[in-house]
């Protein structure tokens, strides 16, 4: 799962990526992420983030509500 936010030019300046470690997560976060997320920021849902060039860079955070936190840090500065 990867956030991102742009600037008021659409450049993206902040991409945080997060790897669902179990499937309850997968079902569950993206609905945690849309509820806390603002205008500005992006959610995008990957299978594999890797393959998708256009993403990068981003880094993985590996901590799930550190992840949620990178979230709500990001609104903040919408």
């Not at 179990?22 to 849902?45: K, S, Y």
């Not at 983030?49 to 936190?69: G, L, N, Q, V």
């Amino acid at each position: 799962m990867l956030v991102q936010k742009a600037n008021r030019g659409g450049r993206y300046l902040q991409r945080d990526a997060y790897l669902c470690k179990t499937p309850n997560e997968a079902r569950c976060l993206p609905g945690t992420l849309e509820a806390l997320r603002a205008e500005g920021v992006q959610i995008v849902i990957l299978d594999s983030p890797e393959i998708y060039s256009e993403y990068a860079p981003y880094s993985y955070i590996e901590d799930m509500k550190e992840f949620i936190d990178r979230v709500s840090q990001l609104n903040r500065g919408a």
